[in-house]
């Protein structure tokens, strides 16, 4: 099964409230990223977890945090939600680098 | 610094004809590239890749790229291009973030609309 698994896949908050997002795989993959992607735009990386160790990028350090309880789940948490966090947010898992990226169908997240 | 860009936002053409998607970098040293698809409803997919070797890399679907060098660039093509082609296609680059960390920075997509 090379699926990955994203909930919820629709997601209403309103400003300055947290939001969590979960997202799992079952392929033994290693890396597991989250991207962000607004209309019109690239997919931006926001983070990444290679086995345990989080690695966050140096623009979204402070606005993203994550936890990766096991192999298979990975979560993504805003500590307060503003207007310009509404995107859809893409999880994907990757045995590594050089190695094809398998997304899954993204959370969309409409902050109010 | 990496980056990628894909200059043609939407691109239409009929069934049966050729298609060619650009894509270029920018990047120091020598590039993992990728090529992925979003269908209609659909999460992205993995298309292809180049890592080394030869520079025509076949992937799914009748796909295939060529990696140049001299211009950085890695084209998407398929002829002849069916309805069902018919999907957002990105062009991505696997570079060094820091350290031994790799990341894969996106081009923002090529809408194709294959018209029967």
């Known amino acids: ?112 | 610094a990496q980056s990628v860009d894909q200059p043609d936002a939407h691109v239409t053409l009929y069934e049966g004809a050729s298609l060619e998607l650009r894509c270029s970098y920018s990047y120091s040293a020598a590039p993992y590239l990728f090529w992925y698809v979003q269908y209609p409803g659909q999460s992205l997919q993995f298309l292809l890749k180049y890592i080394t070797g030869d520079a025509v890399v076949k992937g799914t679907k009748g796909f295939e790229a060529e990696f140049r060098k001299s211009n950085s660039s890695f084209n998407l093509k398929k002829s002849p291009a069916h309805w069902s082609d018919s999907a957002k296609y990105f062009c991505a680059l696997e570079g060094l973030r820091g350290g031994s960390n790799y990341k894969l920075t996106f081009g923002k997509g090529t809408l194709i609309t294959v018209t029967p």
């Open chain 1, 1 to 112: 099964d090379t699926t990955v698994k994203q909930n919820p896949r629709y997601k209403l908050a309103r400003v300055g409230k947290p939001v969590n997002l979960i997202c799992s795989q079952t392929m033994n993959h290693d890396t597991m990223y989250w991207y962000q992607k607004k209309p019109n735009q690239a997919p931006k990386l926001l983070l990444f977890y290679y086995d345990k160790i989080l690695n966050r990028e140096a623009d979204t350090f402070e606005k993203f945090q994550s936890s990766r309880p096991n192999n298979s789940f990975c979560s993504l948490y805003i500590g307060s939600a503003g207007l310009e966090y509404s995107a859809m947010y893409l999880c994907a898992s990757s045995k590594g680098t050089a190695w094809e990226q398998y997304f899954g169908p993204g959370t969309r997240l409409t902050v109010l």
